[in-house]
């Protein structure tokens, strides 16, 4: 299994410019997140999506978008970046077993780095 | 609202030495934790996790105490090794089945 994958590792815009970072997981897990890190501060969430077909606000959405596209897939469009955006986004999946509380534990992705210059 | 920290930003052992690695929470709502490891480049990775109706879960050479009377999670490596290298993040789930707060990192530096 490849666990969680994300595409690309690493990318350059200029402000602006959109773009859609994808996240795959194999783990047939139901939900999946997107989160940031900025130096000095812990994850943020900023998307999540507990099952297919649904998706909530984290604590930092403004300036992106998400799709659940299937039960794998998990995009992150950014559709007018700005220099605020730049970052490392770390996509991640979990169970959700509503009873088995020790299938809580989030696996995350390598990370895509984002400049917005 | 709620709040994830650590006591230190940067923390050096030798190796072989004992690491404890601290951090403190502030919603008291919060029933489960989990500490990850991050290196360099990396993504966060799980290394052990406890419930709010322990105090105390062992691991490969990583013991996890919970405080709840202050609050205060901490994460204790034995023997440490060059490998342990990295950022640790301790993250909460205050009342969210799937949404976690993270705290903002120790980074653990083992002196060969």
């Known amino acids: 299994n490849a666990g969680v994958t994300q595409t690309p590792k690493f990318q350059v815009l200029k402000t602006g410019q959109s773009m859609t970072l994808q996240c795959a997981q194999d783990?047939?897990?139901?939900?999946m997140y997107w989160y940031r890190q900025d130096p000095g501060m812990g994850l943020r969430l900023i998307y999540y999506?507990?099952?297919?077909?649904?998706?909530d606000k984290g604590e930092v959405p403004n300036g992106y978008n998400v799709s659940r596209l299937n039960k794998r897939e998990f995009s992150l469009r950014l559709e007018s970046a700005a220099p605020s955006q730049t970052s490392v986004y770390f996509c991640?999946?979990?169970?959700?077993?509503?009873?088995?509380?020790?299938?809580?534990?989030?696996?995350f992705g390598p990370g895509t780095r984002l400049l917005v210059l | 609202g709620e709040s994830v920290g650590l006591h230190l930003p940067t923390l050096s052992v030798q190796e072989g030495d004992n690491s404890i690695i601290n951090c403190a929470y502030s919603?008291?709502?919060?029933?489960?934790f989990i500490w990850y490891k991050q290196e360099s480049g990396k993504g966060p990775q799980f290394i052990i996790d406890?419930?709010?109706?322990?105090d105390k879960r062992q691991g490969q050479r990583v013991t996890v105490l919970l405080n709840k009377t202050v609050k205060h999670l901490s994460l204790q490596i034995a023997a440490t090794q060059p490998g342990d290298s990295a950022v640790y993040f301790c993250?909460?789930?205050?009342?969210?089945?799937?949404?976690?707060?993270f705290g903002s990192g120790t980074k653990l530096n083992v002196k060969p």
């Open positions: 993250a909460e789930n205050p009342y969210n089945f799937n949404k976690f707060y």
């Open positions: 919603n008291s709502a919060s029933d489960y």
């Open positions: 783990m047939n897990h139901n939900s």
């Open positions: 406890i419930r709010s109706n322990m």
């Open positions: 991640a999946s979990s169970e959700e077993t509503s009873g088995s509380p020790s299938q809580e534990t989030q696996y």
């Open positions: 999506s507990a099952s297919e077909g649904t998706t």
